[in-house]
Every structure is written in structure tokens, then in C-alpha cells.
């Protein structure tokens, strides 16, 4: 597992897992 720490468009802080970057990429939009 590979753990982001992730910031919104609206300069919101919040962490998410994911298997792999590919995961990651898949629901990133």
C-alpha cells in the first residue's frame, strides 16, 4: 500500500491509500 497525503482545489488536507500509482491514477480526475 502506498499512502498520499493529498490537498484539494479548495486547499483541503486529507491522506488516501492506494494498492499502487496505477490505482492512484486510475481515480484521479
Known amino acids: 500500500m502506498i499512502r498520499f497525503s493529498l490537498i484539494c482545489e479548495h486547499e483541503h488536507e486529507?491522506?488516501?491509500w492506494f494498492?499502487?500509482?496505477d490505482d492512484f491514477?486510475?481515480?484521479k480526475k
Do not use: V
Request: proline share 0%; charged share 20%; aromatic share 12%.
Open 14 to 16: 486529507f491522506e488516501a
Open 19 to 21: 494498492r499502487s500509482n
Open 25 to 27: 491514477g486510475t481515480q
